[in-house]
């Protein structure tokens, strides 16, 4: 009887776990695949004609890579989906806003490593009031060691840069991470400089927004490749480490959002599949 009351908590701990990790996070707070709960499921006060909550624009700015649950809590509220109770590494949140008179909802995920603090984040749909994340693999932007852009580099961040003005994103954060190989030093610094190059041919392409640059070398790997692999394969399985992601922060909610808000005026939401 002991063994079976063991068991069936195990079981039911392994059951609450996974229903708070839908997108099959890992341990580093990643994935391949972010699923995104119906709007319908949101839990947030509503009478069932208005879904999510209206945010401070400004505290959803704030929110960065390495922020605990508590301090994520404090600037934008509780999650508003029912991922589960324990192990929850996946917050999704439905906000509402204002563009151009028209009432809209994009949603936002969070992604916690197994520390539980934030790591990766999300929007839905990439672009929605300014928002959303760009996520390029660095191979393809730079040749191996180097920080200068190739040619198709160049066209990749003209045509992230053609979405930044039409997004009329306010702050873009650049961040770049490398593999694991090398040094600590050599890493950070190879970052940096790949973060800031990007940064430099979005303003030249024309973004017109506050920026900042991240470099964070061998930090945040999301494959090990622990597999006895050496020289070239061992190279290319380090692949998805390096990479640069562009995330993006749009407008601050403007006066008349505020008035519209707080009178009560609803518009048509928008039609999710």
């Given at each position: 009887?002991?063994?079976?009351?063991?068991?069936?908590?195990?079981?039911?701990?392994?059951?609450?776990?996974?229903?708070?990790?839908?997108?099959?996070?890992?341990?580093?707070?990643?994935?391949?695949?972010?699923?995104?709960?119906?709007?319908?499921?949101?839990?947030?006060?509503?009478?069932?004609?208005?879904?999510?909550?209206?945010?401070?624009?400004?505290?959803?700015?704030?929110?960065?890579?390495?922020?605990?649950?508590?301090?994520?809590?404090?600037?934008?509220?509780?999650?508003?989906?029912?991922?589960?109770?324990?192990?929850?590494?996946?917050?999704?949140?439905?906000?509402?806003?204002?563009?151009?008179?028209?009432?809209?909802?994009?949603?936002?995920?969070?992604?916690?490593?197994?520390?539980?603090?934030?790591?990766?984040?999300?929007?839905?749909?990439?672009?929605?009031?300014?928002?959303?994340?760009?996520?390029?693999?660095?191979?393809?932007?730079?040749?191996?060691?180097?920080?200068?852009?190739?040619?198709?580099?160049?066209?990749v961040v003209a045509d992230i840069a053609k979405e930044l003005k039409a997004m009329k994103a306010q702050k873009v954060i650049v961040e770049g991470y490398t593999d694991r190989l090398g040094s600590v030093a050599y890493n950070l610094r190879l970052s940096?400089q790949r973060a800031d190059r990007v940064k430099s041919w979005l303003i030249h392409d024309g973004v017109k927004a506050e920026f900042k640059t991240i470099g964070y070398g061998k930090a945040n790997q999301v494959k090990a490749c622990d597999n006895g692999?050496?020289?070239?394969?061992?190279?290319?399985?380090?692949?998805?480490?390096?990479?640069?992601?562009?995330?993006?922060?749009?407008?601050?909610?403007?006066?008349?959002?505020?008035?519209?808000?707080?009178?009560?005026?609803?518009?048509?939401?928008?039609?999710?599949?």
């Amino acid at each position: 009887m002991k063994f079976s009351r063991t068991l069936l908590a195990v079981i039911a701990a392994t059951t609450l776990a996974a229903c708070g990790n839908l997108s099959n996070v890992d341990a580093n707070g990643q994935t391949d695949n972010p699923v995104w709960p119906k709007i319908s499921q949101d839990t947030f006060n509503h009478d069932g004609s208005q879904f999510g909550s209206w945010p401070n624009w400004a505290n959803v700015r704030m929110i960065e890579r390495g922020m605990n649950k508590s301090q994520i809590r404090q600037l934008i509220g509780n999650p508003q989906f029912a991922e589960g109770l324990y192990g929850v590494r996946e917050w999704d949140y439905a906000f509402n806003y204002r563009e151009n008179g028209i009432h809209k909802i994009c949603q936002y995920k969070v992604l916690f490593d197994s520390k539980m603090n934030a790591q990766s984040f999300y929007w839905h749909p990439n672009g929605c009031y300014g928002n959303g994340t760009f996520r390029l693999s660095a191979d393809f932007l730079f040749d191996f060691d180097k920080y200068n852009l190739t040619p198709n580099g160049k066209k990749v961040v003209a045509d992230i840069a053609k979405e930044l003005k039409a997004m009329k994103a306010q702050k873009v954060i650049v961040e770049g991470y490398t593999d694991r190989l090398g040094s600590v030093a050599y890493n950070l610094r190879l970052s940096q400089q790949r973060a800031d190059r990007v940064k430099s041919w979005l303003i030249h392409d024309g973004v017109k927004a506050e920026f900042k640059t991240i470099g964070y070398g061998k930090a945040n790997q999301v494959k090990a490749c622990d597999n006895g692999l050496t020289g070239k394969a061992l190279k290319e399985c380090l692949a998805p480490n390096r990479r640069v992601i562009i995330r993006a922060f749009g407008q601050a909610v403007q006066s008349s959002d505020v008035y519209k808000m707080n009178s009560g005026v609803k518009g048509p939401a928008p039609m999710y599949k």
